[in-house]
T-cell receptor
Framework: KAGVTQTPRYLIKTRGQQVTLSCSPI?????VSWYQQTPGQGLQFLFE???????NKGNFPGRFSGRQFSNSRSEMNVSTLELGDSALYLC?????????????????FGPGTRLTVL | AQSVSQHNHHVILSEAASLELGCNYS??????LFWYVQYPGQHLQLLLK??????LVKGIKGFEAEFIKSKFSFNLRKPSVQWSDTAEYFC????????????FGQGTELSVKP
């Protein structure tokens, strides 16, 4: 079974531009979560989508947004890029989401998109 | 706010030494617990997880972790490390009703000298 894929793998943008990152989850997975990884802040949760609805949101400004399509693929968008947005953006998918225990909540990560803002 | 803290930022060991990485979380309710590993140039991989039951869980590559509820801890252990264990290790939790939101610790970089 193919893993989580993310495109593009590398991206260079300048301040003020906007960017869209894409994530394709493992086949059959319906939940997609996004994380930002930086040396200073570590791994921080951005948001989670399940069945095309945002289920959870982290503490990021409104410039960060996302969506999920009916095939569970997800995109995240960052508008008006700032230097501090330079990071590795990770996508993770899981079978289900929400309350409870169990391996249906186990998240599998993609390789990430390395975004550099100049 | 809920948080996860990892005691060590950088650990250096020789091959065959024993490893214990500390992890504590701050949340009084029910949690799911995870350890992830990120090898150089590779993506995050799940080492082991705890949902319920036996508090001593075994993962891949000889790693194990013990959940101590009274101490809010989930420490990672390995009896004998290898050079190939050089990586960054992340402890993470999800709250019972927020399964899709992993809260990560800052990570521990492990360097194993051959």
């Amino acid at each position: 079974k193919a893993g989580v894929t993310q495109t593009p793998r590398y991206l260079i943008k300048t301040r003020g531009q906007q960017v869209t990152l894409s994530c394709s989850p493992i086949s059959g997975h319906r939940s997609v979560s996004w994380y930002q990884q930086t040396p200073g802040q570590g791994l921080q949760f951005l948001f989670e989508y399940f069945s095309e609805t945002q289920r959870n949101k982290g503490n990021f400004p409104g410039r960060f947004s996302g969506r999920q399509f009916s095939n569970s693929r997800s995109e995240m968008n960052v508008s008006t890029l700032e230097l501090g947005d330079s990071a590795l953006y990770l996508c993770a998918s899981s079978l289900e989401s929400g309350a409870g225990r169990g391996s249906y909540n186990e998240q599998f990560f993609g390789p990430g998109t390395r975004l550099t803002v100049l | 706010a809920q948080s996860v803290s990892q005691h060590n930022h950088h650990v250096i060991l020789s091959e065959a030494a024993s490893l214990e990485l500390g992890c504590n979380y701050s949340y009084g309710g029910t949690v799911n617990l995870f350890w992830y590993v990120q090898y150089p140039g590779q993506h995050l991989q799940l080492l082991l997880k705890y949902f319920s039951g036996d508090p001593l869980v075994k993962g891949i590559k000889g790693f194990e972790a013990e959940f101590i509820k009274s101490k809010f801890s989930f420490n990672l252990r390995k009896p004998s490390v290898q050079w190939s264990d050089t990586a960054e290790y992340f402890c993470a939790v999800t709250l019972y009703n927020q399964g899709g939101k992993l809260i990560f610790g800052q990570g521990t970089e492990l360097s194993v000298k051959p």
